[in-house]
């Protein structure tokens, strides 16, 4: 005892900041420390990684409202050894009395109706997602999985500094619902709701009960009966078109994961309407194409030919992506070797190519506004266990507290997963990102996601796991997933310094570099200005990135969670 105790201590005085402890069990990132805690106890009581992310994911739902929950959808990678990676696409729809034009007024999208109360929700489809995991590769019992989620309602999660910064930007929003005003907010001196103060305990009974019901009953209770009957009134009430049938018909849809490779490592990325996994794939493609012998990480040559095949990639996301589905997505032609080389040749190695150069979306105008700072309304969960099965889950209910609607007497919040659409083609979204006619919105029709759980196999045994990971951040989820990945693989950085790295983005539209200020030296930066790329500083995180991974000589694991947020990263000894 006395030795171990010494060893550890010895430990924690020699690790260079930014070494992770190692395991020799299971481990778990999240963007919260009780949704980490929820997938530990689930492993603790025998759960393998995918009881794990789900206790986790409808952990995070309920101490984390504002980014994620049952209201909402996501994806899920499963990578398990000896048996092929499953996709899970548990993504919303819209409804079925939607229409292409219905954010538009007078032929312009009308501010607000997109992202806040009725219109801008889309059909939930979480719960399906999450018990169609556990159904499926799951181990244990839904009570025992959905037992920390409960517990954590009823007890209430306390007010945060960034909770109240949180409801102060989508305080009018809040209060127009009732029932949000009544679960987030504080009634102030003056008698109207306000931002809680710090400490405030928030308890969420009714929550707590529809899972409950969720634990004994199943995905059924959002389908029919009285939460899915609330759910379409409170919607209804304020001027949406969500409809009973929605939620009976929606499903969660098993998908085969895009296979790729990056320096000899296996890749499993998410498939359409992701429209991430096709950036990696593509941007890892053009890198390894194009590095000259001798390649220096992080020189401006190389961050030049990122920055560039991030354009591309962005740019035909934006142009051939969409619900599967429903249109013609071309996903294996675009990571095709062939197509891969197309897009490396079409890079000038010492000049930027205005954004404006290629072809731009319908009706787009090219000047798209900025790319918003301070973004991560959605949450990752990554895990590996015991066994080597490893889940990367991310899951949101997109904008900050989503709709803002929470559906009377269930504490469901829901989405407002419809922003994720073109409003109108070429018209920016929340995140800047800027789509054309293929995600234009029709009914039951999934809109396209930049969500892009990852898993990367070791080189030495491609059957094991290396890294699973994903995060939050809209646009910079792909940039976040791709730089980690790098990070590890080129860099050989352990974990949580390949998370702690400042971070390079660019998404096509707005033609713009978003940098951390930690990102790059001055000198780095005035060559690539002198190349033509423009900057702009984000004192924000630029995504949260979520990861679990294994040692290949070792067998040790590791997680981090993004050193920019408060998430946490735990393990079994
Ligand atoms: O699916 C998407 O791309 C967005 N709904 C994700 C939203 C998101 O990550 C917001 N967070 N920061």
Same mark, same amino acid.
């Given at each position: 005892m006395k030795r171990s105790a010494g060893v550890l201590l010895l430990l924690l005085l020699v690790l260079p900041a930014h070494a992770a402890r190692p395991y020799r069990g299971g481990v778990v990132a999240a963007a919260y420390p009780e949704a980490s805690g929820a997938a530990l106890e689930i492993l603790d009581r025998g759960g393998n990684a995918v009881d794990a992310a789900v206790a986790a994911a409808f952990a995070a739902g309920v101490v984390g409202p504002y980014h994620n929950g049952i209201g909402g959808g996501g994806f899920a990678l499963v990578a398990r050894p000896g048996k092929e990676t499953l996709a899970l696409d548990f993504r919303e729809v819209a409804p079925a009395a939607a229409t292409r034009d219905m954010f538009l007024r007078d032929g312009r999208p009308v501010p607000g109706l997109s992202t806040?109360?009725?219109?801008?929700?889309?059909?939930?489809n979480a719960v399906n997602g999450y018990l169609a995991l556990l159904e499926r590769a799951?181990?244990?019992?839904r009570p025992v999985v959905l037992a920390p989620a409960i517990r954590l309602a009823r007890a209430g999660f306390v007010v945060t500094p960034k909770y109240r910064q949180v409801v102060a930007q989508r305080l009018e929003c809040l209060r127009r619902s009732p029932e949000a005003a009544r679960t987030f907010l504080r009634l102030g001196p003056d008698g109207t709701p306000g931002v809680p103060p710090l400490g405030t305990r928030i308890r969420q009974p009714d929550l707590a009960r529809t899972l409950q019901r969720i634990a004994s009953e199943g995905a059924s209770v959002l389908r029919a009966g009285p939460v899915a009957r609330a759910i379409v009134q409170t919607v209804r009430e304020d001027g949406g078109i969500l409809s009973e049938e929605d939620l009976r018909s929606i499903q969660p849809r098993w998908r085969a994961p895009l296979q790729g490779s990056y320096r000899g490592h296996r890749l499993a990325v998410f498939p359409p309407p992701s429209g991430g996994g096709i950036i990696t794939l593509q941007t890892l493609g053009v890198l390894e194409r194009l590095r000259p012998e001798g390649w220096k990480r992080r020189d401006p040559t190389d961050l030049h030919l990122y920055l560039e095949a991030l354009r591309r990639a962005y740019f035909e996301r934006a142009q051939l992506v969409g619900d599967p589905g429903q249109v013609d997505v071309p996903a294996e032609r675009l990571i095709s070797p062939g197509h891969v080389a197309e897009l490396a040749a079409s890079i000038d190695p010492r000049h930027a190519t205005p954004s404006s150069a290629l072809q731009a979306a319908p009706g787009g105008t090219g000047s798209a506004g900025a790319s918003q700072p301070e973004q991560k309304h959605t949450t990752e969960v990554s895990v590996l266990d015991r066994a080597g099965t490893a889940v990367a889950l991310t899951t949101t209910i997109n #904008?900050?507290?989503?709709?803002c609607l929470v559906a009377r007497g269930t504490g469901v919040l829901l989405n407002d997963e419809m922003d994720d659409f073109s409003v109108q083609p070429g018209v920016p979204n929340l995140y800047g990102l800027v789509f054309g006619e293929r995600n234009s919105i029709a009914p039951g029709r999934i809109p396209v996601s930049s969500m892009a759980p990852t898993v990367v196999f070791q080189e030495?045994?491609?059957?094991?796991?290396?890294l699973a990971l994903g995060a939050s951040g809209g646009a910079y989820i792909p940039t976040g997933v791709l730089q980690v990945l790098t990070n590890v693989v080129? #860099?050989?950085?352990n974990l949580p310094a390949a998370l702690a790295a400042g971070r390079v983005h660019h998404q096509w539209m707005p033609d713009v570099v978003s940098v951390n200020p930690e990102a790059l030296d001055p000198p780095t930066r005035a060559a690539l200005e002198a190349m033509g790329h423009t900057f702009q500083v984000v004192d924000g995180p630029l995504g949260d990135v979520e990861a679990v991974m294994e040692?290949?000589?070792?067998?040790l694991r590791t997680a981090a969670s993004d050193p920019r947020n408060e998430g946490a990263a735990l393990g079994q000894p």
């Open positions: 806040d109360g009725g219109l801008s929700v889309a059909v939930p799951g181990s244990l019992p #904008g900050w507290f989503g709709s030495e045994h491609p059957d094991r796991v290396l080129d #860099g050989r950085l040692d290949p000589r070792t067998g």
